[in-house]
């Protein structure tokens, strides 16, 4: 079993222990210890990294009797074990000093206590319970069991901040099931036996095995970045101290950059938004009036350069330049519409589109030549037997449109 520091000493950065065994885990050196402050990924809190150092080399200023550094990449919690992963392996019954990578740990402990406190805010505030909770390396992010409007969420962080502004008190106590059971926890413990308990002085008290600030005030600040609707409930994403801080450059540097294109005050964004939102609906209008017109045109252009005879059935290929999909399936509408034809056309644009089309009463299946064309060409696509589409097709497009031709005319093109 390993004794756990991290428990009553969430500070502890460096410590001595020895190495109990060794072995390899998912290919990978790994050792137990008989002490560790390392903590295990838990409770939605990631697992802690940093060094060991291994007794038995020089730099004894810097280190003392430790020098080696080994790398620690991953730290798991196996029954009453924690397992380090490491770069290299250490020897067993070493003596060793572990050294916690400060910054991802302090980090970790700010985020976890800043959970419990916007957890207990929504508790308190709605009697909106926290089902899970989520530790990402940019934000973090708590399940709600019901929805939640931004209105209850703005006045929740505002709760939280206060919390942290007034730098409570965070403590660490140990008790009985029992004992537990008569307190008012936040949340009905899911393990009997000794419990941990974290308290956030006159505000939240809860079972919880992860690391947290030892006063409120060090969490610094807390936003809410984004809510959605999730399982029935709610999912909040939140960050907090210097994550906070990063997530509010992020979002300055959005804005600035969005103010300065548009040239409109922050605040006048949404309807500056809204209002291109709305003219661009307008022009797709507009553009797809002229593009029916042009395709119209250009299926005309295409039936008189066609040797178009009196109910004879015709070929068309074709290649066409800024034409996308859906301007080829126009056109070649427009075309089999007026003409007793079977048409491929491609844009010029690599990899190539294409659409294939027959009129009505032909004996022929779109279908079967645009897989014919994948096989040969690559891409996708589908339809039906009279008008298929597709894409991604690579290669030389006179080449293609030379192997289309002939599946066209090998095909029964007389009416049915």
């Known amino acids: 079993m390993t004794s756990r520091i991290y428990y009553t000493d969430p500070y502890c950065r460096r410590f001595e222990?020895?190495?109990?065994?060794?072995?390899?885990h998912d290919s990978r050196p790994a050792a137990l210890l008989d002490r560790t402050a390392f903590y295990p990924t838990s409770g939605g809190q990631p697992f802690d990294t940093g060094k060991l150092f291994e007794a038995g080399r020089a730099d004894r200023e810097r280190r003392g009797p430790f020098a080696s550094a080994i790398d620690v990449i991953d730290t798991i919690d196996v029954d009453d074990d924690v397992v380090h992963v490491l770069s290299a392996a250490v020897t067993e019954g070493a003596s060793v000093c572990g050294e916690i990578d400060w910054a991802r740990r302090f980090d970790h402990m700010q985020q976890h206590t800043?959970?419990?406190?916007?957890s207990a805010a929504f508790d308190r505030l709605f009697e909106n319970r926290t089902v899970s909770f989520h530790m990402g390396s940019d934000v973090s992010s708590i399940d709600l069991q019901r929805e939640v409007?931004?209105?209850h969420i703005a006045?929740?962080?505002?709760?939280?901040?206060?919390?942290?502004?007034?730098?409570?008190?965070?403590?660490?106590?140990?008790?009985?099931?029992?004992h537990a059971a008569v307190l008012p926890l936040r949340k009905e413990p899911s393990r009997e036996g000794?419990?941990?308990?974290?308290?956030v002085k006159h505000f939240d008290l809860s079972a919880c095995g992860g690391t947290h600030v030892s006063r409120t005030g060090e969490i610094g600040s807390l936003v809410v970045a984004a809510a959605e609707k999730f399982k029935g409930g709610a999912r909040v994403t939140f960050a907090?101290?210097?994550r906070a801080v990063r997530a509010y450059q992020s979002l300055r540097d959005a804005v600035s950059g969005s103010v300065r294109l548009l040239s409109v005050?922050?605040?006048?964004?949404?309807?500056?938004?809204?209002?291109?939102?709305?003219?661009?609906?307008d022009l797709r209008r507009t553009l797809k009036r002229f593009q029916e017109a042009l395709a119209a045109h250009e299926a005309a252009r295409l039936i008189a350069a066609s040797d178009v005879g009196s109910g004879a059935a015709v070929v068309i290929v074709g290649a066409l330049d800024a034409w996308d999909a859906n301007g080829l399936k126009a056109i070649a509408t427009h075309i089999v519409a007026q003409a007793n034809a079977a048409v491929a056309l491609f844009s010029t644009a690599s990899p190539h589109p294409v659409v294939i089309a027959r009129s009505p009463g032909m004996l022929l299946d779109a279908t079967a030549v645009l897989g014919d064309l994948v096989a040969s060409?690559?891409?996708?696509?589908?339809?039906?037997?009279?008008?298929?589409?597709?894409?991604?097709l690579v290669g030389n497009l006179s080449d293609i449109m030379r192997v289309v031709r002939q599946l066209l005319e090998r095909g029964p093109l007389s009416l049915s």
Do not use: Y
Not at 17 to 24: D, E, I, L, M
């Open 114 to 118: 800043g959970q419990h406190i916007l």
């Open 265 to 281: 005050l922050p605040r006048e964004l949404p309807s500056a938004i809204e209002r291109m939102q709305a003219e661009t609906k």
């Open 17 to 24: 222990a020895s190495v109990t065994k060794t072995f390899v």
């Open 377 to 392: 060409f690559g891409g996708r696509g589908g339809g039906k037997a009279d008008l298929a589409q597709g894409g991604g």
């Open 149 to 151: 409007s931004w209105e």
């Open 240 to 242: 907090c101290g210097a």
């Open 155 to 178: 006045r929740a962080e505002g709760e939280a901040n206060r919390i942290i502004s007034e730098n409570r008190e965070v403590a660490i106590r140990f008790v009985t099931s029992e």
């Open 194 to 199: 000794t419990l941990r308990l974290i308290e």
